[in-house]
Nanobody, 123 residues
């Protein structure tokens, strides 16, 4: 069964904004937490943002202050609002879900992954 599906990627210019969505097949509150990762060509998949609903979301340093993770529990959807995009943000962005606690910044700690959505930022 499909657990997560991302949408909202596209081609934008540096300085522009995008809002990514991740629709979940189960209630968002039933996961231990939900996060965003990204992977550029030739690069390892890296952590972007995470929330377990217990407090403020966690962010990777390079996106802190530019990206915001939010959740709509009624729609079982999480979002990644991205501002001031840079060419270095170009990557395939993945939504991921954890069913247990701990190590939110490690991709192998997540149990479910969406197929990804491409974000390309031109200079």
């Amino acid at each position: 069964q499909v657990q997560l599906v991302e949408s909202g990627g596209g081609l934008v210019q540096a300085g522009d904004s995008l809002r990514l969505s991740c629709a979940a097949s189960r209630r968002t509150i039933d996961y231990a937490g939900l996060g965003w990762f990204r992977q550029a060509p030739g690069k390892k998949r890296e952590f972007v943002a995470y929330s377990d609903w217990s407090g403020s979301p966690y962010y990777e340093d390079s996106v802190q202050g530019r990206f915001t993770l939010s959740v709509d529990n009624a729609k079982n959807t999480i979002y990644l609002q991205m501002h001031s995009l840079e060419p270095e943000d170009t990557a395939t962005y993945y939504c991921a879900a954890k069913t247990s606690t701990g190590s939110y910044y490690l991709d192998y700690m997540y149990d479910y992954w969406g197929p990804g959505t491409q974000v390309t930022v031109s200079s």
